[in-house]
């Protein structure tokens, strides 16, 4: 048998991060994977530039944080986020922290797209569970109610054959192929404006500022951020009359960068104009067919928050995905993959928007003129550099929401070490594992009666006690200040609390029904 005559458990259409990092999720959970892309080579262009917490989070799952941590930019003295006048003048900002966040790792780390997908591309092709056909475009899709059919056709040779999988994922950018061929159509979220994206080489990273400024210029908005050393990037808005043509000309990006630095301190390493549009598809799911990614959502880009969405896309369906390929879960499962990420993608994807919005009225205000947003106000949290967007429905025990407590919320996580001994700390989810796991004050808390061991003994859940260990950096998350217990899913979202009202066999039971568990 050939691999083209395989059956698969998950088809994927598309081969960018997202695609990648799906396929690495599935695969490393015992299911084998088929990728289908029409390029034969990765698009090398310095896309996406930031990595947040969460999304470095995901990949210690799968064992690849210190692969990513040495991709990313160390910290440098200074690194900022600031809003400035069209004079550079700072208005107001963050310093982007050096420590650990919230989620284990820096919240605001830059890197370059292009060494990502490589890297990537080359776990992949250590799998054996993952065929990557490439040069192959998808040209139809038939849901057979226990399969998927996907027709693909060589761009090469012209010949066409059909791949069969249990599961399709389309993870095929903005002009996806797959939402189209399934009917979604998008809902616009009200921002659609042209921008001149220009990345760079410096020959000296130390002449330009450390700060990333949104810099609120009445004559012209402009991004300016300080990606991964040598590189570095401008947005700027176009202006009514100004096309496509005429500002990627090189004597009009000089233009634009002369007040920045001179013509011989940089070479042009990519100039192209993108609508920044925001947007979502009215659904993520038909059947056995799934999207993720920029198939799934659109965001300008203040937040740096598009590939991080992609990315929790990917880590959501993949652990979801798992239980039901393996019969531990009913497919109805799948249905909160929109519940919880679409409502998550908005809010981020409105958050940039907001950006966008604060930089016009800072600008209007410079010029004096009216605000164009009257009565507007930002929405979305920022503080401390962490976007926090905790998920509001899904698989949660959503009636523990109260007095604060952060259900939906990634637990924080800190280095941890055996209480008492000398070693080397680790990361809390090292120790709680990559599936479900209980975290209880003490051996006492984290006690199952006999119907609750048997769905964590099947759902491979891990219990752990805290009073075992002691932070050696970072802190406990303040739920255990009051709760005795915290139960977690695989992408480290609190499920839910063990309290005086709820102990950990009732919590487990709460879990199984969420999830459509099979007994």
């Not at 698009?43 to 690849?64: K, N, T, Y």
């Not at 042209?194 to 609120?216: A, G, K, N, R």
């Not at 928050?305 to 393996?326: C, E, I, M, P």
Request: proline letters at 5%; glycine letters at 8%; one cysteine or more.
């Amino acid at each position: 048998m050939t691999k083209k005559d395989r059956d698969y458990d998950v088809s994927i259409v598309g081969y960018g991060p997202v695609a990648a990092a799906s396929a690495l999720f599935l695969a490393r959970r015992g299911f084998r994977i088929s990728i289908h892309e029409r390029s034969t080579v990765p698009l090398d262009l310095p896309r996406a530039v930031l990595l947040d917490g969460e999304s470095a989070r995901a990949f210690l799952s799968i064992g690849l944080s210190k692969d990513i941590e040495a991709l990313v930019q160390p910290y440098r003295e200074g690194d900022a986020l600031w809003f400035t006048d069209s004079k550079r003048n700072k208005l107001f900002g963050i310093d982007t922290a050096g420590h650990a966040g919230h989620n284990g790792w820096r919240d605001v780390a830059m890197f370059d797209q292009p060494e990502l997908e490589a890297f990537l591309r080359g776990e992949i092709a250590k799998e054996d569970s993952i065929d990557v056909f490439l040069g192959e475009e998808a040209t139809a899709i038939r849901d057979t109610g226990t399969q998927i059919e996907l027709d693909l056709r060589n761009l090469e040779s012209g010949t066409s054959r059909t791949g069969t999988a249990r599961y399709l994922l389309g993870c095929d950018g903005a002009s996806s192929f797959v939402r189209r061929t399934l009917g979604i159509p998008w809902t616009s979220l009200g921002y659609d404006q042209d921008w001149l994206v220009i990345d760079i080489v410096v020959e000296d990273p130390d002449f330009l500022p450390i700060e990333t400024m949104q810099v609120c210029d009445p004559d012209r908005l402009t991004t300016y951020v300080c990606v991964k050393d040598p590189n570095r990037r401008w947005e700027f808005q176009l202006k009514p009359g100004e096309t496509r043509e005429e500002m990627v000309k090189p004597e009009a990006i000089g233009a634009l960068l002369e007040s920045w630095l001179p013509k011989e301190a940089y070479s042009i390493r990519r100039a192209v104009v993108y609508q920044f549009h925001a947007a979502t598809a009215e659904r993520w799911r038909k059947g056995r067919v799934l999207i993720a990614g920029d198939a799934a959502h659109q965001t300008p880009p203040f937040l740096g928050q598009g590939l991080n969405t992609g990315l929790r896309d990917a880590f959501n369906l993949a652990w979801k995905l798992g239980l039901v390929l393996d019969g531990r879960c009913d497919d109805v499962l799948l249905d909160s993959y929109f519940d919880e990420r679409d409502a998550h993608a908005r809010t981020l994807v409105d958050g940039a928007c907001d950006i966008g919005k604060l930089m016009e009225t800072l600008a209007a205000r410079e010029a004096g003129l009216p605000e164009p947003h009257p009565g507007w106000a930002p929405m979305l949290d920022v503080s401390e550099g962490r976007v926090s967007v905790p998920i509001q429905g899904g698989v949660l025990n959503e009636s523990q929401r109260a007095e604060g407590i952060p259900i939906g919320e990634p637990l924080r996580q800190p280095q941890v070490r055996s209480r008492g001994k000398d070693e080397a700390p680790t990361r809390l989810d090292e120790w709680a594992g990559p599936g479900f796991a209980l975290l209880g004050r003490s051996d006492a808390d984290l006690e199952l009666d006999a119907e609750a061991t048997a769905i964590a003994e099947r759902l491979g859940l891990r219990s752990v006690a805290l009073d075992t260990l002691e932070v050696a950096e970072g802190s406990l998350d303040r739920v255990f200040d009051e709760k005795r217990g915290a139960l977690l899913r695989p992408d480290r979202y609190l499920f839910g609390v063990v309290d005086d009202e709820t102990d950990a066999s009732a919590l487990v039971r709460a879990l199984a029904e969420k999830i459509a568990f099979r007994s």
